[in-house]
């Protein structure tokens, strides 16, 4: 009966030659087939009980590599807005007011302003001339009596804990793109505007009431401003702000701040609040833009 398989199977090798199909023998390789397909289901049901655990290890490496990665990117955007300072000034609300010298301000990053000093102001026109000498000791950090020299300039320094309530590092200090209209209905924008047009304008200025109000939660910002604006309502809205505001997003507590913005692309990709980027060019040094407002105003008082 052996030799008789063993015929069979020679023949059945040689039928195979014959024929030209690529393909193995069963008579020979038989024996082998069970211990393969044994390692193979032991090897896949192995790896099917460690995979969790790889996973989990692949991810708690990704997460650190993806943190350190976040604050390179902090430390970086932190030296580009934080100048060195000649003194600093501590505020009883908890800022520092760094005061740095006049052409170090970060207006001057800015590729067309590189290597040069600010001018004197521009003079006013005939019949604008100012009435009279404006207190400017209306901001917190300044009650001390302190004040940064001339040839300096007074920056509200940001923190490492500032960057991190905005969105991202890039969106950190501008404004959300938005459809810009000028009357008082929009997406939850609510806003009242009174606007003059038409005439020959060399400047605007405002008297604005300061108040503290209450807002909802840490994305929600209240404020009064004056606005220079040109251009259309659409991509080519070009405009120049300036007002107090309270947004905890921006300063992380709800005082009154005075602030600053522009754009020049209806708030798309340019501008931003306060010197958070190049656009202000700054020359007093005893008002810090962004710093916070006291006292603020009171019903029948001034």
Not at 182 to 210: C, F, L, M, P, W
Not at 281 to 295: H, L, Q
Request: charged share 20%; net charge positive; with cysteine.
């Amino acid at each position: 009966h052996k030799r008789r398989q063993k015929k069979q199977c020679i023949k059945a090798q040689k039928t195979v030659i014959a024929e030209g199909i690529n393909r193995t023998n069963p008579c020979s390789n038989m024996a082998p087939i069970f211990p393969v397909i044994a390692i193979l289901v032991f090897c896949l049901s192995y790896a099917s009980s460690i995979s969790p655990v790889q996973a989990t290890q692949v991810n708690q490496t990704f997460r650190p590599l993806q943190e350190l990665q976040k604050l390179k990117m902090l430390k970086a955007q932190l030296r580009k807005i934080n100048k060195p300072s000649l003194r600093t000034i501590q505020s009883p609300d908890g800022d520092l007011i760094d005061c740095v010298l006049s052409h170090h301000q970060p207006e001057f990053d800015h590729p067309l302003l590189k290597g040069t000093k600010p001018m004197d102001p521009p003079e006013r026109p005939k019949g604008h001339e100012r009435a009279g000498e404006v207190s400017e000791n209306f901001q917190l950090w300044s009650f001390s009596g302190e004040s940064c020299p001339e040839g300096t300039i007074p920056i509200r320094r940001t923190t490492q804990k500032d960057v991190p309530r905005a969105s991202s590092v890039h969106s950190f200090g501008k404004k959300i793109p938005r459809t810009t209209r000028r009357d008082a209905s929009g997406n939850g924008h609510e806003h009242t505007v009174g606007y003059v047009t038409g005439d020959q304008y060399y400047g605007a200025k405002a008297s604005i009431n300061v108040w503290a109000p209450i807002v909802a939660n840490q994305y929600e910002f209240s404020l009064s401003q004056s606005w220079v604006i040109s251009g259309s309502f659409g991509d080519d809205l070009n405009t120049i702000e300036a007002g107090c505001q309270v947004s905890p997003e921006l300063y992380g507590d709800s005082y009154p701040r005075f602030f600053t913005y522009w754009t020049a692309d209806a708030y798309q990709t340019t501008g931003c609040y306060n010197l958070l980027c190049s656009g202000f060019v700054r020359t007093n040094n005893r008002i810090a833009i962004g710093a916070a407002i006291s006292p603020t105003s009171s019903y029948d008082g001034g």
